[in-house]
């Protein structure tokens, strides 16, 4: 009885968090990543200025409307607002699903020196039960898999996609929904059919050991690249070659017991991000719900008008309303491109 009240536990978050047209703010940047944005704009990664920036990003009002659970570093999971209130409250106040990035980062691959492997794993067990007691309901794990001369190797795909399975299975073992993501990352003058061969073979490794790990599929998310052209490829996919490539793959790796596939955004630009996602929901057929989880496009128009300063916040959160607004309309195939000139 017990167990099956823990399995419905997770179908529900899993469920909430792709609830229709709304999708995830990944604002999870580790210390290293968080001070390279704020680098970009000219700002001192402070814990107070980490701080402003996230509390920026989560009060903004009406947000909720489009946002179901926001990804959250350790530092912020356990961090307080400007105003005191424990950041974890101020988005449940919301509505808002707190999450958390648990891997360690992705660090080389012993043998294999140009790919590498996520770590995290030893003590991952009691860090989520830490994490559960703070508010945490799902967690994210990120794989990277890089496309270059050789590789991916399949050593590289098979220990990243054990690593995403156990990962997967501690999570749920904590009653916490796991994010998994394989990234084949986009830098590369591969062309699109290259992407998909590699995404291919990436998803159809880490099926088989979630499968093998008795992971849960209804209560778990999927967060993969698009199949998309590399980024030096001369020969651009266009948007509907990038959402027909992208459903295809998907439907031949990704099991229909899963709930909700949320792609990150890789480094293309925030408008592009969202126009993928409308053309793949326009297609309207896909046995699961898709949505978006992304970082870099749901944040940088934020980042640059915020640029560090309090009289900025206005702008920087009608900012990301926008991208939030747009993205979520586009999670239910209805963006427009009027919504990139409407004002909050
Ligand atoms: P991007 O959308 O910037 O790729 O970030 C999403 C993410 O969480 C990467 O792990």
Same mark, same amino acid.
């Given at each position: 009885m017990r167990k099956k009240s823990m399995q419905q536990q997770l179908i529900d978050t899993a469920r909430a968090l792709v609830a229709p047209g709304k999708g995830i703010l990944a604002a999870d940047e580790s210390t290293g990543t968080i001070t390279k944005r704020l680098d970009s704009i000219g700002v001192e990664s402070t814990e107070a200025n980490r701080q402003a920036y996230r509390d920026l990003l989560f009060t903004t009002e009406g947000a909720e409307a489009f946002v179901s659970g926001v990804i959250l570093f350790e530092e912020t999971l356990f961090q307080s607002g400007l105003d005191g209130t424990p950041f974890t409250d101020l988005l449940t106040g919301k509505g808002v699903i707190p999450g958390i990035k648990v891997d360690k980062g992705a660090k080389p691959l012993a043998g294999s020196p140009d790919e590498k492997i996520t770590e995290g794993l030893d003590g991952l067990r009691e860090r989520l039960a830490d994490y559960a007691k703070a508010g945490a309901r799902f967690a994210k794990w990120r794989a990277v898999i890089t496309i270059g001369d050789g590789i991916p190797t399949d050593y590289c795909i098979d220990t990243n996609a054990h690593a995403l399975a156990r990962y997967a299975a501690l999570c749920q073992e904590a009653g916490i929904v796991p994010i998994v993501e394989p990234e084949v990352l986009m830098d590369g003058p591969h062309d699109i059919h290259r992407c998909e061969a590699v995404t291919e073979r990436t998803l159809a490794r880490v099926f088989d050991e979630l499968l093998a790990q008795q992971v849960l599929l209804e209560g778990m998310l999927l967060k993969p690249n698009m199949v998309i052209s590399g980024t030096e490829c001369p020969q651009q996919a266009g948007v509907d070659e990038v959402a027909a490539t992208t459903l295809r793959c998907l439907r031949r790796h *990704?099991? !229909? !017991? *899963?709930p909700g596939i949320v792609f990150l955004s890789g480094g293309q630009s925030d408008e592009l991000a969202t126009r993928h996602l409308n053309a793949m929901n326009q297609h309207g057929d896909a046995p699961w719900t898709l949505s978006f989880s992304y970082g870099r496009a749901l944040q940088a128009p934020a980042l640059a008008a915020w640029s560090g300063k309090s009289d900025n916040v206005p702008a920087a959160q009608q900012a990301y309303y926008r991208r939030a607004r747009c993205n979520g309309a586009a999670a239910r195939g209805q963006y427009t491109d009027a919504m990139e000139q409407d004002a909050a």
């Open positions: *990704v099991p !229909a !017991a *899963v």
